[in-house]
């Protein structure tokens, strides 16, 4: 079983940046593909960024490439989410997912993993 806590969301200006955390228990933590997805009231949840165990295989959607890096330290079990230029749109609830193992482009569906957090707001005002 793993648990995945989030920390970092608030209310930040158009332009900003925030930091997202992501701390997972359970001592196999390396051995899962670690991801973000975000969700707005009365829409699907939207994959935004994914790190595969090994770090070889990193995925972003289109709409915050070039503004988001997702990294993981896996001696402290957590998987960061570094957004800059932050724009309204970007405003969600924004989730940590975990799935054991590593599915390529699959990683990008909710379907994929057995893990989540409970959420972090993110608040971009303009």
């Known amino acids: 079983q793993v648990q995945l806590v989030e920390s970092g969301g608030g209310l930040v200006q158009a332009g900003g940046s925030l930091r997202l955390s992501c701390a997972a228990s359970?001592?196999?933590?390396?051995?899962?593909?670690m991801s973000w997805f975000r969700q707005t009231p009365g829409k699907e949840r939207e994959f935004v960024a994914a790190i595969s165990w090994s770090d070889r295989n990193i995925y972003y959607v289109d709409s915050v490439k070039g503004r988001v890096t997702i990294s993981r330290d896996n001696n402290k079990n957590t998987v960061y989410m570094q957004m800059n230029s932050l724009k309204v749109e970007d405003t969600a609830v924004y989730y940590c997912?975990?799935?054991?193992?590593?599915?390529?482009?699959?990683?990008?569906?909710?379907?994929?993993?057995?893990?989540w957090g409970q959420g972090t707001q993110v608040t971009v005002s303009s």
């Open positions: 359970g001592r196999t933590f390396s051995i899962y593909a």
């Open positions: 997912a975990a799935v054991r193992g590593d599915y390529g482009l699959g990683l990008i569906y909710p379907s994929a993993y057995n893990y």
